[in-house]
Nanobody, 116 residues
Framework: QVQLVESGGGLVQPGGSLRLSCTVS?????????VDWHRQAPGKQRELVAA???????NYADPVKGRFTISRDNAKSTVYLQMNSLKPEDTAVYYC?????????WGQGTQVTVSS
């Protein structure tokens, strides 16, 4: 069974940084997976934050461009989200997503709270 486990969330002051990690397990070939980070704030729909294809092509939502960086370590079956210059509006539960084509897997989410 494929499992995604996120970590690295927490409380941070505006302007601070956090790095989220998501490790994928379950006998999959992580190197062929496309990986994404999504987030969902209270009362809002889940939205795509950053994405990386198996070939390393990245894409970012406009609100996080220049502040967030997605990366991956295929040897560790792990995807990262480096978040810098955090703003209160970045507060949300962050989810990682991994898969190939229409077969996608989700993590349980990790809370990020940006507040002074």
């Amino acid at each position: 069974q494929v499992q995604l486990v996120e970590s690295g969330g927490g409380l941070v002051q505006p302007g601070g940084s956090l790095r989220l990690s998501c490790t994928v397990s379950g006998g999959i070939l992580f190197g062929i997976h496309d990986v994404d980070w999504h987030r969902q704030a209270p009362g809002k729909q889940r939205e795509l934050v950053a994405a990386m294809t198996s070939n390393g092509v990245t894409n970012y939502a406009d609100p996080v461009k220049g502040r967030f960086t997605i990366s991956r370590d295929n040897a560790k079956s792990t995807v990262y989200l480096q978040m810098n210059s955090l703003k209160p509006e970045d507060t949300a539960v962050y989810y990682c997503n991994s898969g190939v084509g229409g077969l996608r897997y989700w993590g349980q989410g990790t809370q990020v709270t940006v507040s002074s």
